[in-house]
């Protein structure tokens, strides 16, 4: 079989997504909420929760607080009650505030572009700190997903077991102009035409391109 053409592949995504909600963290964004710590924030929001019900969760919170000085100023009880709809409310409130009040305590407010920063933070794992040092500060980082972890195994690009496996693989071999863009397109490929379950495979724009690894059926 032929390589892989990743080049190709970007491509076809780019034309594939047009149709479908951009991912969460872009989405929010391109409506101006693109600072580091609003970005973190939306990601911790975001965890086991859908872009369905984390964007307006996060929109709702960023309302009344966008800065950690303000984030830090509100009750536990508040953020907790303006995040309910979120998955597991309680915690990620208390992560919330701390995450706040660390970033007063330690950095004058100002949140560093440093991923070791992002990642000593309770709550905050490799994929929420490379995506939001990537889409804010467009800082090159693979963020691995459940959708970037499948589809590209699915496809036969990388061969791993893990999502943080896929990250080390994927910063071995994918171009580095594509490692924030890749999670931008493949979560709503992964979620609308490479699904986990029934793939739409025969209309899928890389059919011919994928080795379709762990597909057994597909629409």
């Given at each position: 079989?032929?390589?892989?053409?990743i080049d190709l592949a970007i491509t076809h995504l780019r034309?594939?997504?047009?149709?479908?909600?951009?991912?969460?963290?872009?989405?929010?964004?391109?409506?101006?909420?693109?600072?580091?710590?609003?970005q973190l924030i939306s990601c911790i929001i975001s965890i086991r929760t859908?872009?369905?019900?984390?964007?307006?969760?996060?929109?709702?919170?960023?309302?009344?607080?966008?800065?950690?000085?303000?984030?830090?100023?509100?009750?536990?009880?508040?953020?907790?009650?303006l995040i309910r709809e979120?998955?597991?409310?309680?915690?990620?409130?208390?992560?919330?505030?701390?995450?706040?009040?660390?970033?007063?305590?330690?950095?004058?407010?100002?949140?560093?572009?440093?991923?070791?920063?992002?990642?000593?933070?309770?709550?905050?794992?490799p994929k929420c700190a490379h995506l939001a040092l990537g889409v804010a500060c467009n800082l090159p980082y693979v963020s691995v997903d459940t959708h970037v972890h499948r589809v590209t195994n699915r496809w036969g690009y990388v061969q791993t077991t893990t999502p943080e496996k896929t990250t080390l693989a994927l910063e071995a071999k994918l171009p580095q102009p594509y490692w924030i863009e890749i999670n931008r397109l493949l979560v709503p490929f992964g979620k609308h035409i490479c699904m986990g379950q029934?793939?739409?495979?025969?209309?899928?724009?890389?059919?011919?391109?994928?080795?379709q690894i762990g597909v057994q059926r597909h629409r």
């Amino acid at each position: 079989m032929q390589p892989f053409d990743i080049d190709l592949a970007i491509t076809h995504l780019r034309e594939a997504v047009k149709p479908f909600p951009q991912a969460a963290m872009f989405a929010l964004a391109d409506e101006g909420f693109n600072t580091l710590f609003e970005q973190l924030i939306s990601c911790i929001i975001s965890i086991r929760t859908y872009d369905e019900v984390s964007l307006p969760v996060s929109r709702r919170l960023f309302a009344q607080a966008r800065t950690p000085d303000k984030m830090s100023k509100l009750s536990l009880a508040k953020i907790e009650e303006l995040i309910r709809e979120s998955t597991y409310a309680n915690r990620k409130a208390e992560q919330i505030h701390a995450i706040a009040d660390q970033i007063m305590t330690e950095y004058s407010g100002e949140l560093p572009q440093d991923v070791t920063v992002l990642l000593s933070f309770k709550g905050v794992g490799p994929k929420c700190a490379h995506l939001a040092l990537g889409v804010a500060c467009n800082l090159p980082y693979v963020s691995v997903d459940t959708h970037v972890h499948r589809v590209t195994n699915r496809w036969g690009y990388v061969q791993t077991t893990t999502p943080e496996k896929t990250t080390l693989a994927l910063e071995a071999k994918l171009p580095q102009p594509y490692w924030i863009e890749i999670n931008r397109l493949l979560v709503p490929f992964g979620k609308h035409i490479c699904m986990g379950q029934l793939p739409k495979c025969s209309t899928c724009p890389l059919r011919h391109m994928c080795q379709q690894i762990g597909v057994q059926r597909h629409r």
